[in-house]
């Protein structure tokens, strides 16, 4: 009998370890035959630790169990799939995880993520093998026609930068993977990591063949040791089984790959301090152009993508560019995971095609907060993401619609707040952790975001309000145009967003006392 | 608490044989201080001179690139560390509060270590934990939906 018991960090963090261990143990005490095996989360974490019991009907659910519980279950026949504890029936039929579109996260939660066998079983490798047999500038065609935009925020057509890299002439070409996945409210990267490795490798190793580059990177952050663990070991399991070294596959193109884990730098994540920190500096960002397609990594023609960009890519190999194309809203296509974190009732990661409206993915999907509070502001895009109040709920989720409301979706997370936030501590939040993680390469970002936060801290003590209120509007504006990168040039947007939308918070303490 | 006072012939060998591991691979300081990290617990001074040379770099640029990162520690930390995460998510469930109890609680600052050297406290920025939000990290080990008396039973236990 199998039972699956997620291996996945999150759910760790909440019990499953010791769930598994009290499986064992009873299964042992009880001479029942038992397999355990160590799933990735299915992403709906508020139901972990969420055991999954195999049933000739399907894969049956119990949520949130703990360790001392195990004994009593087993009373109950949750061997056997009986309904007890958080019996929730068919994992694939809860409507959160029924609703979704899983095109990238098709097989985390299912299967063992160390398991060759089960990722072939599931579809895996079929995008390579297609990639083998169309050739390089077929495998860039379809990433193009795909129109898969950058998922790591920007939003940048992949397949462009793609074409890029294949033209440029060098003897040596990169491809790295960005998986600095530094945003508050995301966990997309984690989880395809620790859920389902082999797809990111498999997503690399397409492109390189596609631009003709064989050596690759995943830069990963220190902060994520089980998937730094668990991306080491699916990457030995490949070369063994012949998709990553000198011969994938059997043909003549080679790819090596490697996990660096970086060292606790926000601003890592930004594609060119991250080259920078890959080859053993300050990770500073540079000047662009030239483009790290033209010169990246070591000054070679590099593929600097997103986790789940890469992730994505053997689903269009495997199932064509229009199965991706073919969902999706305006200029957006395609699937984007969806994080749903902070306060909410509903936790996890949400796939689905581009257009859900705010409000359905953090109402309908997310179930409101998860203190039963009503929702005052919702975070969209990471700590440089705009605060949206709920009378915007009906923005489409879509790079274009956020934009247009001065806001991003970024790399997809959404960190919900209810009505006890104190907006004017965000505001202050973004200019502080602007300072505390700035490159220190470019003026506005390295000195705004400290005279930002001394600024905050008159108007909230209450010294000339309105003409530091002005004050900020107008070093937002100098951040905004005059910063080199995202981070002091999107600090902005969080902190003029909560000002625009949230005003009564920036009245100083004293005289919102007095007015209630 | 290894003693940081004395940098001996021992360790200078230790470090030296790190070196010579990474030195030739690409890209070679972040995988070197990482290592040379784990090794002794923290990236020792007189570890500069000798990676500066080994990379053919000044000893400036080693010294800017360590204290570029916030994981390269310049001094050994405590038994047991306590990441708590401060990003928007855990702060969105009430982690500042919980933060300040057990802070209070062992009378240290963010960064600080317990006078015994049990245990430091760290400023995490997420963990990726984010719809189990508040969260930690204890060592290596992650914990979730955390609460303040747990965290402060934690850091009691800590031997």
């Not at chain 1, 129109?147 to 003897?171: C, H, N, Q, S």
């Not at chain 1, 997503?203 to 990963?220: D, E, H, K, N, Q």
């Not at chain 1, 300050?282 to 990594?297: D, E, M, S």
């Not at chain 2, 057990?102 to 934990?129: F, K, P, Q």
């Amino acid at each position: 009998m199998d039972i699956f018991v997620p291996q996945d960090m999150a759910a760790v963090a909440v019990g499953a370890n010791q769930v598994a261990d009290a499986i064992i143990a009873e299964a042992r005490r009880r001479n029942i035959m038992v397999r355990v095996i160590r799933n990735g989360s299915r992403g709906m974490f508020w139901l972990e630790p969420l055991v999954e019991i195999a049933t000739p009907a399907g894969r049956v659910g119990y949520a949130d169990v703990r360790a001392e519980d195990v004994p009593s279950l087993f009373d109950a026949g949750f061997a056997e799939g009986k309904p007890c504890g958080n019996h929730l029936g068919l994992v694939e039929n809860i409507p959160y995880f029924a609703k979704q579109t899983r095109f990238v996260f098709k097989r985390a939660g299912l299967i063992d993520p160390l398991s060759l066998d089960d990722y072939r079983a599931h579809g895996g490798w079929r995008g390579l093998e297609n990639a083998l047999s169309a050739g390089p500038s077929a495998i860039v065609a379809a990433v193009k026609a795909s129109g898969l935009r950058g998922r790591g925020g920007a939003g940048f057509p992949t397949g462009i930068k793609w074409e890029t890299v294949a033209r440029a002439e060098a003897a040596q070409k990169y491809i790295v993977c960005n998986a600095d996945e530094g945003d508050s409210g995301t966990f997309a990267d984690r989880l395809i990591m620790e859920a389902d490795p082999f797809a990111l490798i498999e997503g690399m190793v397409i492109a390189g063949i596609g631009v003709g580059a064989t050596r690759g990177y995943i830069y990963l952050r220190s902060e994520y040791p089980f998937a730094i663990t668990m991306m080491n070991r699916a990457i030995a399991l490949a070369r063994t089984a012949g998709m990553l070294g000198s011969s994938i596959n059997g043909s003549h193109h080679a790819f090596e790959l490697e996990v660096r884990v970086g060292a606790g730098a926000y601003v890592c994540g930004e594609e060119t301090a991250l080259l920078d920190s890959l080859e053993g500096k300050r990770g500073q960002v540079r000047a662009k152009p030239p483009l790290p397609a033209i010169k990246g990594l070591f000054g070679q023609p590099t593929v600097i993508n997103n986790t789940i960009s890469l992730a994505s890519v053997p689903f269009i190999l495997a199932e064509g560019a229009s199965a991706f194309a073919d969902v999706g809203y305006g200029r957006s296509r395609g699937t984007m995971p969806v994080q749903l974190a902070g306060n909410i009732r509903h936790g996890g990661l949400f796939e689905a095609a581009f257009g859900l409206t705010l409000g359905a993915l953090v109402d309908e999907i997310g179930g409101g907060t998860q203190t039963g509070r009503p929702v005052r502001a919702v975070q969209a895009g990471g700590p440089l993401g705009a605060y949206f109040p709920p009378s915007m709920f009906d923005t489409p989720y879509d790079y274009e619609a956020f934009a247009k409301c001065d806001g991003l979706i970024g790399h997809g997370g959404l960190v919900v707040f209810d009505d006890s936030v104190d907006m004017a501590r965000m505001a202050r939040f973004a200019m502080a952790f602007c300072a505390h993680e700035s490159c220190g390469k470019c003026t506005p970002c390295r000195i705004g975001a400290v005279r930002g936060v001394e600024t905050f801290d008159k108007l909230l003590a209450g010294i000339d309000v309105s003409q530091n209120l002005a004050l900020i509007e107008d070093l937002c504006e100098t951040m905004k145009f005059g910063s080199l990168c995202a981070l002091g040039g999107f600090t902005p947007y969080p902190v003029l967003s909560a000002m625009r939308h949230f005003p009564e918070d920036f009245v100083p303490a004293p005289l919102r006392h007095a007015a209630e | 608490m290894p003693d940081t006072t004395r940098f001996d012939e021992r360790m200078t060998q230790r470090l030296r044989n790190i070196i010579v591991q990474f030195q030739h691979i690409e890209g070679a300081m972040l995988p070197l201080l990482h290592e040379i990290q784990s090794a002794f617990g923290y990236v020792p001074r007189e570890a500069e001179p000798e990676i500066a040379l080994a990379l053919n770099l000044t000893r400036a640029e080693v010294h800017g690139v360590i204290s570029f990162y916030h994981d390269y520690r310049r001094e050994p930390a405590g038994r047991h560390v306590l990441k708590l995460c401060r990003a928007e998510a855990c702060q969105s469930m009430g982690s500042e509060a919980q933060a300040k109890a057990v802070l209070d609680h062992l009378g240290l600052n963010w960064g600080e270590t317990s006078a015994d050297g049990r245990i430091t406290i760290e400023a995490v920025y997420c963990l990726g934990l984010c719809a189990t939000a508040p969260s930690a990290l204890f060592d290596d080990q992650p914990i979730g939906r955390i609460n303040a008396s747990r965290l402060v039973a934690l850091a009691e236990a800590a031997a």
